[in-house]
């Protein structure tokens, strides 16, 4: 499965914006799916997780209760909904698929996609 992330772009701070990842294949129900952020300088970090087959969700402390993940299994996509977006969200976000919960190995990553928060 390849996967492919879109969506990003130039926002002001406050907005909203909407990340899809896009699978090539059919993603097996053991996938845990995720969004990572790289910021400049600084180390990729985990972002927000959704078990495939339950549904199951986990965010970090950073962007919780602003972000929200969610997939559609007909269509082999994950989302990541960015609400009241802060300047400090600046980063290129990647999404993965694993088999573990919050742990690698990471199996497929998309190629990235870039959001800038502007004040």
């Known amino acids: 499965v390849q996967l492919q992330a879109s969506g990003g772009g130039l926002v002001q701070s406050g907005d909203s914006l909407r990340l899809s990842c896009a699978a090539s294949g059919r993603i097996f129900s053991s996938r845990v799916m995720y969004w990572f952020r790289q910021a400049p300088g600084e180390e990729r970090k985990m972002v927000a997780v959704i078990r495939w087959s339950t549904e199951r969700t986990w965010y970090a402390d950073f962007v919780k209760g602003r972000f929200t993940i969610s997939k559609d299994g007909a269509k082999n996509m994950v989302y990541l909904q960015m609400d009241s977006l802060k300047l400090e969200d600046t980063a290129v976000y990647y999404c993965?698929?694993?088999?573990?919960?919050?742990?690698?190995?990471?199996?497929?990553w998309g190629q990235g996609t870039q959001v800038t928060v502007s004040s």
């Open positions: 993965a698929a694993g088999s573990q919960w919050l742990d690698g190995p990471y199996h497929e």
